[in-house]
């Protein structure tokens, strides 16, 4: 079975710039998260959805968004983008919501930006 | 709101030694706990995961964590350690509260560094 894949891998952008970074989870997952992980900030949540719904967001600002289809793909958006959002973003997905299971991540995408 | 600790940024160990990586959380109730591992440049992969009953907990690759409720902690032992073992290890919390969903809160990670 399919893992979670997460597209592009690696991408370059200037300040001011948006983005979108693409998830598919592991067929037959419906909750899709994400994750910002940097060298100084460590692992920090953004978001979850299932079933088309954000259910839980992080203390991040209204820069970044994201949305998740009916088929469970999710994307995530950053606009204007800073300095600061050069990071490892991480998409995860399990089976249903609140539930003991683990979560499965994908190989991530690089963001640098310039 | 939950937390949790990963004391030491980098642990070196010889090959064929024992290797312990240290986790203290802080949670209101009871924890759901996980360890990952991440290898350069790959996203995180699952070891193990502690929800409820036996307190040591055994999981891939040959590890296994022991939660100790008194003192708070989860730490990932490995009884000989492999220099394949070199990575990064994450200790993740997660609040059981539905309205929290699959949320973790991740410790700032931990670089096992096995030597030959």
């Known amino acids: 079975k399919a893992g979670v894949t997460q597209t592009p891998r690696y991408l370059i952008k200037t300040r001011g710039q948006q983005v979108t970074l693409s998830c598919s989870p592991i067929s037959g997952h419906r909750s899709v998260s994400w994750y910002q992980q940097t060298p100084g900030q460590g692992l920090q949540f953004l978001f979850e959805?299932?079933?088309?719904?954000?259910?839980n967001k992080g203390n991040f600002p209204g820069r970044f968004s994201g949305r998740q289809f009916s088929n469970s793909r999710s994307e995530m958006n950053v606009s204007t983008l800073e300095l600061g959002d050069s990071a490892l973003y991480l998409c995860?997905?399990?089976?249903?919501?609140?539930?003991?299971?683990?979560?499965?991540f994908g190989e991530g995408s690089r963001l640098t930006v310039l | 709101a939950q937390s949790v600790a990963q004391p030491e940024d980098q642990v070196n160990v010889a090959e064929g030694n024992p290797l312990t990586v240290k986790c203290t959380y802080s949670v209101s109730g009871n924890p759901y706990l996980f360890w990952y591992v991440q290898y350069p440049n790959r996203g995180l992969q699952f070891l193990l995961k502690?929800?409820?009953?036996?307190?040591l907990v055994k999981g891939s690759y040959g590890f296994e964590a022991e939660f100790n409720k008194s003192q708070t902690s989860f730490h990932l032992k490995k009884p000989s350690a492999l220099v394949s073992d070199s990575a990064l290890y994450f200790c993740a919390v997660r609040d059981m509260s539905k309205a929290a969903g699959n949320k973790l809160t991740f410790g700032g990670g931990t670089r096992v560094l096995v030597k030959p």
């Open positions: 502690y929800i409820t009953g036996d307190n």
């Open positions: 959805y299932f079933s088309e719904t954000q259910r």
């Open positions: 995860a997905s399990s089976q249903t919501i609140s539930n003991t299971g683990e979560l499965f």
